[in-house]
T-cell receptor, first 119, second 111 residues
């Protein structure tokens, strides 16, 4: 089955630093990747939609200059949290859509998530 | 905003069937009903999806009402490992459509 990986799985950083999270589709090509954030005991909140080779589309209320998304290839999207602060501490999850989407019922595959802690 | 409503929590005895309801009264004709679940501190996992007909796979069954305004996910023999948050989602079946999660139902399977 289709696999999405994220790296790192956990990261602790100091306030003011930037953190990059990678999302890779391992055995399929993903035209579109999505980034979610999840706070404890809350549901996943969509942050942005990332299309390969074009600028990401951010959801309302998500700062595009703080959460930089790059989707340079069909298998890799990165989320960079710039000048991280403690309130950015969260569980970040990516997902990817298979290019074959219409024929594949399991159309959205989720990564295992990255736990970010900002001190 | 999520297009579905689900009860916030449910309990189920181990070995019994777990029936998780979902209302999606504003679903449009070309939208599918998807179910995902999320075990604590993991990424969501696809369970099943359907358009009009009832569907069954190795994990669960999906029962969709004739008017498509509601559905029920059935885990036929719940185990402790089925304890998770279950999300019912309505979405177009294209590569580009985003998935919006509601609060889901927290299912606790009790020994």
């Amino acid at each position: 089955g289709a696999v999405v990986s994220q790296h790192p799985s956990r990261v602790i950083c100091k306030s003011g630093t930037s953190v990059k999270i990678e999302c890779r589709s391992l055995d399929f090509q993903a035209t579109t990747m999505f980034w979610y954030r999840q706070f404890p005991k809350k549901s996943l909140m969509l942050m942005a939609t990332s299309n390969e080779g074009s600028k990401a589309t951010y959801e309302q209320g998500v700062e595009k200059d703080k959460f930089l998304i790059n989707h340079a290839s069909l298998t890799l999207s990165t989320l960079t949290v710039t000048s991280a602060h403690p309130e950015d501490s969260s569980f970040y999850i990516c997902s990817a859509r298979d290019l074959r989407g219409l024929a594949n019922p399991n159309e959205q595959f989720f990564g295992p998530g990255t736990r970010l802690t900002v001190l | 905003d999520a297009k579905t409503t689900q009860p916030p929590s449910m309990d189920c005895a181990e070995g019994r069937a777990a029936n998780l309801p979902c209302n999606h009264s504003t679903i449009s004709g070309n939208e599918y009903v998807y179910w995902y679940r999320q075990i604590h501190s993991q990424g969501p996992q696809y369970i099943i999806h359907g358009l009009k007909n009832n569907e069954t796979n190795e994990m669960a069954s999906l029962i969709i009402t004739e008017d498509r305004k509601s559905s029920t996910l059935i885990l036929p023999h719940a185990t402790l490992r089925d304890t998770a948050v279950y999300y019912c989602i309505v979405s177009w079946r294209t590569s580009y459509d985003k998935v919006i999660f509601g609060p889901g139902t927290s299912l606790s399977v009790i020994p």
